[in-house]
């Protein structure tokens, strides 16, 4: 697995944070918090985790740049033994078709990365417990907590909404960036308390009130 696949799926796995603490719970107790303002709760479907890493891949600026300097390298790489080429230099024949297939190996491989993750935390988590990821997230007024329902498992420390650098959104997710390359990943359909647009404004209400 490359650099890249073992950086994003730390952002997406909140579990190996080692400033959490876990307690195991059954399903019975994770009940409606009355303190929540906001509950969320999905399964981490194929799909849904596809476009979650796409997303990621895509807000992810260390790896934009490199991906550039790759295809800029490799492009120019092209380009000048096309010239050459062209000059009467037949030698460099080979070296452009190297430098073609990989550039297609480039692309080929950044359009599928979120595929390949996907499938491989779905059948991950299907072989160890059976069933999808099912979260569920509670948001008070100072905190959110995610519980992983299907390893039974609360993150019993709380995230304040102070750790929140960035909000991005995609077709079915509003994604809370935090540091040390972690996100809170909501369903926009998942609510059973409150509702997105409420919740928008809650969030951006809250990074607002922390960034003044």
Known sequence: MS?????????????????????????EDFESDEDSIFENRFEYTESLLKELYTGMLKWDKRRRVNSIIIYVLLTANIIMNIIFII??????????????????????????EPIILSKNVVKSYRKQYGKDMDVFITFTEDYMTMHDISMGVTQQSS??????????????????????????????????????????????????????
């Open 3 to 27: 650099e890249d696949e073992n950086r994003i799926e730390e952002e997406i796995d909140l579990h190996q944070d080692e400033d959490y603490e876990t307690d195991t719970m059954t399903e």
């Open 87 to 112: 000059m009467g230099n037949y030698g460099l024949v080979p070296l452009l078709i190297i430098s073609v297939i990989l550039l297609g190996i480039v692309f080929g491989f950044r359009f599928f």
């Open 159 to 212: 995230i304040p909404y102070s750790r929140i650098t960035n909000v991005h959104e995609s077709e079915n997710f509003i994604v809370l960036r935090m540091d040390k390359r972690q996100v809170m990943s909501v369903y926009k359909k998942g609510f059973t308390k409150g509702t997105l647009e409420d919740f928008r404004v809650f969030i951006f209400d809250k990074m607002k009130e922390l960034n003044d």
